[in-house]
């Protein structure tokens, strides 16, 4: 994957959000849903949300996670702070746990929008120094489509490696979200339909190795709050809430696998 050139085009794609004053299950397999308040949890020795491996098998439904008042400092003139998400625990984990394996997905760069994994060998990781032996990679196919788990040297390491799709504008790769500056990609070019953030929830698939080695692939539905589907996105619609897919497999899986 080729990476942004942030020197010109971050500039640009702060427009994704500073002019806008923001920034698919099937029938028989409902998700579970969870409902943790992202931003509760206190610093310190923890107990876990959930029995370790008790989320394996099972869609899972975060709906509306909202990522818009961790970093108080925020403005469209500077990335924001990473927040980190446990995929094995359903819940948000705060910064001081940066260096450890308790978060498997980190929301970094523009306005949160680019995804990572948890590698602690990688200097260029957010959770570099500690034992997390986590990646990502991101497959141009539908979410039921994805049933193996890739090859494991498909896994990126880096931080804040998908965000933008080249199908749109600033693209940087095969990406997660199609960005439409304009609003005439995806929308009719008026003023609302600008500067719009189209998650590619039916053509393209996250997965990740957690920071434990487990697997988990996942569907980015939405970043707008309460609004699930692209008819209902516009450049003043609220933002940063995500709403996404996912199923965990244990270390070792070939495939994703969903068990009543």
């Known amino acids: 994957m080729k990476k942004m050139n942030?020197?010109?085009?971050?500039?640009?794609?702060?427009?994704?959000?500073?002019?806008?004053?923001?920034?698919?299950?099937?029938?028989?397999?409902?998700?579970v849903p969870v409902t943790d308040d992202p931003h509760t949890e206190e610093p310190g020795p923890?107990?876990?949300?959930?029995?370790?491996?008790?989320?394996?098998?099972q869609l899972i439904r975060i709906e509306n996670l909202e990522a818009t008042t961790n970093d108080p400092d925020a403005s469209p003139a500077k990335p924001r702070r990473p927040l980190f998400f446990s995929l094995e625990d359903s819940t948000w984990r705060e910064d001081i746990y940066r260096q450890s394996n308790k978060w498997d997905l980190a929301f970094g760069h523009i306005y949160n929008s680019f995804l990572s994994g948890n590698n602690g060998d990688d200097e260029g990781n957010y959770g570099h120094g500690a034992n997390g032996i986590g990646g990502?990679?991101?497959?141009?196919?539908?979410?039921?489509?994805?049933?193996?788990?890739?090859?494991?040297?498909?896994?990126?390491?880096?931080r804040d490696e998908i965000g933008t799709d080249d199908s749109g504008t600033f693209g940087s790769g095969t990406g997660r979200y199609l960005y439409d500056f304009g609003g005439d990609i995806m929308g009719d070019g008026s003023y609302e339909k600008s500067h719009v953030a189209y998650a590619l929830q039916d053509t393209r698939t996250v997965i990740v190795r957690t920071a434990k080695g487990n697997f988990a692939k996942i569907k980015m539905i939405s970043c707008y709050k309460d609004a699930f589907t692209p008819e209902e996105w516009f450049r003043n619609t609220p933002h940063m809430y995500f709403t996404f897919e996912y199923?965990?497999?244990?270390?070792?899986?070939?495939?994703f696998e969903i068990r009543s």
């Open 46 to 57: 923890e107990e876990p949300d959930h029995e370790e491996g008790d989320l394996f098998y």
């Open 6 to 31: 942030y020197n010109w085009k971050y500039n640009f794609l702060i427009a994704f959000f500073a002019f806008t004053g923001i920034a698919g299950c099937s029938e028989e397999d409902d998700p």
């Open 247 to 255: 199923v965990l497999v244990p270390a070792g899986s070939t495939e």
């Open 136 to 158: 990502i990679c991101i497959l141009a196919q539908n979410f039921d489509d994805v049933t193996a788990i890739p090859p494991q040297e498909q896994f990126m390491t880096e």
